[in-house]
């Protein structure tokens, strides 16, 4: 049954990546290799993790998602739209002018995006929020944040990440998108954040490492959370920037390129 379901992740994550390409190239915008990193950590979440409802987007003890690294949006939006939660038609209107959907993920844009972001380093200030308003609530959701890697620069999240541990946030899970580059270059140029692990047991998370294209690894890790009773969970998902497309992968200029012609047609080729 298992393999069965990969197997179904695996064609829906390139279905996503094909919108994902469609949606930069008709837009002429940038962050498509950001988007391109995470979307098995989407599909694992959006088809197989999250308690959520397409028909009841707003159900009071739903699981939250928040996308930190809010750039990325595309990838949200069209893994929205394959979850039924709006029509798929509405992927046309990404980043252009009188559009739905906003480069950066934005709240009441579409069902299902639970709060804007973009501003990096505020995502899980708000999910630790929202985890802990569960707690008073006496509610069993959980909340989930995508990071980035060169999010984990800001102070914001060194910050939360105490809060987290302090209050005991065991229904708070964040996942690291690790495909060791950001905006300027390679992550451990900009500002090094090895040991990562380490640092984030030290602030008193339960770490596991994954290979964040792998699907069996992906749902084994979010299936096990809470990994301690009273703590909060953290997967380091090690990705690659542009997964899906070779000419895009491991390329720092795919954080800003948009797909010209050429490369959109070379794009859907090597993801049929």
Not at 18 to 39: D, E, F, P, R, T
Not at 161 to 171: I, V
Not at 190 to 205: A, N, R, V
């Amino acid at each position: 049954m298992m393999k069965d379901k990969i197997l179904y992740y695996e064609k829906m994550s390139k279905k996503i990546r094909k919108h994902i390409i469609y949606m930069h190239a008709k837009s002429n915008s940038s962050h498509v290799g950001s988007a391109l990193s995470c979307v098995e950590i989407l599909v694992s979440l959006y088809f197989d993790i999250l308690k959520i409802n397409p028909k009841n987007p707003n159900a009071k003890n739903r699981d939250r998602f928040i996308l930190s690294k809010g750039h990325a949006a595309s990838a949200l939006y069209a893994t929205l739209a394959k979850r039924k939660f709006f029509p798929q038609n509405i992927l046309t209107q990404y980043c252009c002018n009188g559009g739905k959907l906003p480069g950066h993920s934005t709240i009441h844009c579409v069902p299902g995006v639970e709060v804007s972001t973009g501003s990096l380093g505020h995502g899980l200030s708000i999910g630790t929020g929202i985890a802990l308003a569960a707690k008073y609530d006496k509610l069993n959701y959980r909340v989930f944040v995508l990071l980035s890697d060169g999010e984990c620069d800001e102070g914001s999240v060194w910050e939360s990440a105490l809060f987290a541990s302090h209050h005991h946030l065991d229904n708070l899970t964040v996942i690291i998108d690790y495909n060791k580059m950001q905006a300027m270059g390679w992550t451990e140029q900009i500002l090094q954040l090895e040991p990562l692990t380490d640092k984030w047991t030290s602030f008193g998370w339960v770490v596991k490492e994954i290979n964040g294209h792998n699907f069996k690894q992906i749902i084994n890790a979010l299936r096990k959370i809470p990994y301690v009773h009273h703590k909060p969970s953290l997967v380091i998902a090690h990705t690659i920037k542009g997964k899906g497309v070779s000419f895009m992968e491991n390329q720092l200029p795919w954080h800003y390129k948009a797909p010209s012609e050429e490369e959109f047609k070379q794009a859907l080729k090597e993801l049929k």
